[in-house]
């Protein structure tokens, strides 16, 4: 219970400063070496690299690349958000490839200063933000041709599922949270990956007042009118690990509360914006309008 309640706090104090961290042409549009092999840090990049066919130049990966299952084969770095400089060169990578607001900085920072080339691969909750990471990845694989073909695929994909969604007019007002501990609620503004799957799958976000996660007092909560709860199935079946977010007094005032409508989804597939989204959208989309749920 305590390790779920720090990292998401620990989430949402690092959400504005890794979302505004700056990213240079360098470190997106490098080309690596091609015997280089490769850490992958972040679970879209890991889910790409394998899409592309090149699983072959990873040597390890990191703790949020657990998709697809032959990818958890590979050694763990660490944390993204917390990685260990010593831990990712313990296996002597030739190149990495990370998706941006890895870090912290300063251990970003120690691993250029050791000459391993990086390519940092920006996080955008949109459907350009997915095919750019795509581009960028084959770019650095020197997997163009591949990356291209992927890249038209998921793009149609993507095109399809958002046209269904949106046919729906019947837009849910959904309210994510990341964390219920203790009470307290900690939901999502504007500008995460929350927001962004919320609005491709054709529905609207409840909280728009601030960006990124904060925790909303009773009164917002009830402002907000949600019809929908989402919060991320953490897979576990102790208790704190799937709060109910019922007994909570002023979401069990709100539409949403008064007809029980809550929705988990694995947080990978959900959040990932990666070559998988489009079947999140539709799970999603699917589940808010009662058509099934991914619960």
Same mark, same amino acid.
Request: proline residues 6%; glycine residues 10%; neutral net charge.
């Given at each position: 219970?305590?390790?779920?309640?720090?990292?998401?706090?620990?989430?949402?104090?690092?959400?504005?400063?890794?979302a505004?961290?700056?990213?240079?042409?360098?470190?997106t549009?490098?080309?690596?070496?091609?015997?280089?092999?490769?850490?992958?840090?972040?679970?879209?990049?890991t889910?790409?690299?394998?899409?592309?066919?090149?699983?072959?130049?990873?040597?390890?990966?990191?703790?949020?690349?657990?998709?697809?299952?032959?990818?958890?084969?590979?050694?763990?770095?660490?944390y993204?958000? &917390? @990685? $260990?400089? %010593?831990?990712?060169?313990?296996?002597? =990578?030739?190149? !990495?490839?990370?998706?941006?607001?890895s +870090?912290?900085?300063?251990a970003?920072?120690?691993?250029?200063?050791?000459?391993?080339?990086i390519?940092?691969?920006p996080e955008?909750?949109?459907?350009?933000?997915?095919?750019?990471?795509i581009?960028?990845?084959?770019?650095?694989?020197?997997?163009?041709t591949?990356?291209?073909?992927?890249?038209?695929?998921?793009?149609a994909?993507?095109?399809?599922?958002?046209?269904?969604?949106n046919?729906?007019?019947?837009?849910?007002?959904?309210l994510?949270?990341?964390?219920?501990?203790?009470?307290?609620?900690?939901?999502s503004?504007?500008?995460?990956?929350?927001?962004?799957?919320?609005?491709?799958?054709?529905?609207?976000?409840?909280?728009?007042?601030?960006s990124?996660?904060? &925790? @909303? $007092?009773? %009164?917002?909560?009830?402002?907000a009118? =949600?019809?929908? !709860?989402?919060?991320?199935?953490?897979? +576990?079946s102790?208790?704190?690990?799937?709060?109910d977010?019922?007994?909570?007094?002023?979401?069990a005032?709100?539409?949403?509360?008064?007809?029980?409508?809550?929705?988990?989804?694995?947080?990978?597939?959900?959040?990932?914006?990666?070559p998988?989204?489009?079947?999140?959208?539709?799970d999603?989309?699917?589940a808010l309008?009662?058509?099934?749920?991914p619960?």
């Amino acid at each position: 219970m305590r390790s779920t309640l720090k990292a998401a706090r620990r989430a949402a104090a690092l959400f504005s400063a890794l979302a505004a961290s700056a990213i240079s042409a360098s470190e997106t549009q490098a080309r690596l070496p091609k015997e280089a092999r490769v850490v992958s840090i972040g679970g879209s990049v890991t889910e790409i690299v394998y899409a592309l066919g090149a699983q072959e130049r990873l040597i390890a990966r990191d703790s949020t690349s657990v998709y697809p299952h032959n990818a958890l084969s590979l050694p763990d770095v660490g944390y993204m958000r &917390q @990685l $260990s400089p %010593e831990g990712v060169l313990s296996v002597n =990578p030739g190149a !990495i490839i990370a998706l941006q607001g890895s +870090g912290p900085p300063e251990a970003v920072d120690v691993l250029k200063k050791a000459s391993v080339p990086i390519v940092i691969v920006p996080e955008r909750f949109d459907r350009e933000g997915i095919l750019e990471k795509i581009r960028i990845v084959g770019h650095a694989l020197d997997a163009e041709t591949k990356a291209g073909e992927l890249a038209k695929a998921v793009e149609a994909d993507l095109k399809s599922a958002e046209a269904d969604a949106n046919a729906n007019p019947d837009r849910k007002r959904v309210l994510f949270i990341l964390s219920l501990q203790g009470g307290k609620v900690l939901a999502s503004g504007t500008g995460t990956a929350a927001a962004g799957i919320i609005a491709m799958a054709g529905a609207e976000n409840a909280v728009t007042g601030f960006s990124g996660y904060k &925790q @909303l $007092s009773d %009164e917002a909560i009830v402002m907000a009118k =949600p019809d929908v !709860i989402l919060m991320m199935d953490r897979g +576990g079946s102790d208790a704190a690990e799937k709060p109910d977010p019922f007994v909570h007094p002023a979401i069990a005032s709100t539409p949403a509360g008064r007809s029980k409508q809550l929705v988990r989804m694995d947080g990978a597939y959900l959040l990932g914006f990666g070559p998988r989204t489009a079947g999140a959208i539709r799970d999603l989309s699917s589940a808010l309008h009662g058509n099934g749920t991914p619960n």
